[in-house]
């Protein structure tokens, strides 16, 4: 595995750099030249405009632009935003992910867990009534309009029932008087729910293995303590009123991912249920007596998740610029309308920034994928 992973990173490597190139010369391709918005800027000073042209090669050849453009990315130097001038492209991207992160990450993973659980209850009930009502409603959330679901819902729990916030993602009359800003909060948001996911992941793992009856019961009653704790914490920390506030503002696009997302899932996880259950080693595991609750569990569940496993992984990776729709609704300033801002006034730093961070999710995905399969699926192995 280790040596599998040395040449996985290798090609990671060769492909990021072609993936660079690539996007370098679909820019130098478009009609006009973006450089002289460095250099003609009026917002620019005369001598940050040569030192911006010399930083990055403009007074160079294309293909010296192209080396200049390699070695400052990967010294972590993207560029000097247009729009958000003298910020650099970087701090940009810094100060929206987090946002986006701790959006789509709580979204898909709740999406992720129903969607897989009840596509596996509907899969092994086929044909009754159940499996109708979840099919038909799990392809109408999967088909809707993405603009139009979240105005209804946004008009049904913020308009008619004054329950949540309409947009934004903060109370700005609440952070006046904060001694921290909105990101502070944000990342220990995401802190906590990466801990809280890991710690939940380790639990349902191990009772997996102790094969611990109603398992299902004790991961409830470990997920409501975690979160318990989390709130303890967050009260006791004296960010409690700010962490409150941004649930509040973040809830209703979480729920419109989630129910979008989460019909994806149930579908995905029942066909593939369908077809694993179909299998031989499924057929000989109940001719040997075992009991449905572990057939459906050990033997089908866990194969069938492969491919939704695999959808999971890259609806993570394509999340940084894939909530473009969601991020505009609800004006969440996160990466998907950083980069819709960012294309509607030719912002072609941050453009360009929001595109390669992208890439580079996409790729690593790619390789927790492969290992997620290694793990899942006894029969592969890495050589």
């Known amino acids: 595995m280790v040596g599998y992973l040395l040449r996985r990173w290798a090609q990671m490597g060769v492909t990021f750099v072609a993936f660079l190139g690539l996007v370098f010369l679909l820019i130098q391709a478009q009609p006009g030249d973006y450089t002289q918005v460095y250099t003609l800027d009026p917002n620019i000073p005369p001598e940050s405009r040569r030192a911006i042209a010399a930083a990055f090669g403009l007074d160079r050849p294309v293909w010296q632009q192209f080396f200049v453009y390699l070695g400052n990315f990967f010294r972590g130097d993207l560029g000097v935003s247009f729009e958000h001038y003298p910020r650099s492209v970087m701090s940009v991207i810094m100060e929206r992910l987090p946002r986006t992160l701790i959006l789509f990450l709580t979204a898909t993973v709740i999406a992720f867990y129903l969607g897989f659980v009840l596509g596996k209850l509907i899969a092994w009930r086929r044909g009754r009534a159940v499996e109708y ?13 993405t603009p139009w679901f979240a105005l209804v819902l946004m008009w049904l729990f913020a308009i008619k029932l004054d329950w949540l916030p309409v947009g934004k993602f903060i109370t700005p009359e609440l952070w006046v008087r904060s001694s921290v800003d909105s990101n502070y909060v944000f990342v220990r948001l995401l802190v906590t729910a990466a801990a809280g996911s890991a710690l939940f992941l380790a639990l349902a793992v191990l009772l997996s293995r102790l094969r611990v009856p109603r398992a ?10 975690s979160c318990g704790l989390a709130v303890l914490g967050w009260g006791l920390s004296g960010y ?8 509040e503002h973040i809830a209703l696009p979480i729920l419109v991912l989630t129910l979008i997302s989460f019909a994806g899932t149930m579908l995905l996880t029942r066909n593939s249920m369908l077809e694993t259950m179909r299998e031989d080693y499924v057929f000989a595991a109940r001719a040997r007596g075992l009991p449905d609750n572990m057939v459906r569990d050990r033997y089908v569940a866990r194969n069938a998740l492969l491919p939704v496993v695999t959808s999971f992984v890259f609806s993570l990776a394509f999340a940084i610029d894939g909530g473009v729709i969601t991020e505009t609704i609800f004006s969440w300033p996160g990466m998907g309308l950083t980069l819709l801002n960012a294309a509607v006034v030719e912002d072609i730093p941050l453009a360009v920034g929001a595109f390669v961070f992208t890439g580079v999710f996409v790729l690593v995905a790619h390789l927790v994928a492969d290992v997620l399969y290694a793990f899942l699926d006894p029969r592969i192995r890495y050589r």
């Not at 009502?133 to 309009?145: D, E």
């Not at 409690?240 to 649930?247: F, K, R």
Request: aromatic share 12%; glycine share 16%.
């Open 133 to 145: 009502v979840f099919t038909i409603s799990g392809v109408y959330l999967y088909t809707v309009f």
């Open 216 to 225: 299902g019961l004790v991961l409830a009653g470990a997920g409501a303590a």
């Open 240 to 247: 409690g009123p700010l962490a409150l506030d941004i649930a």
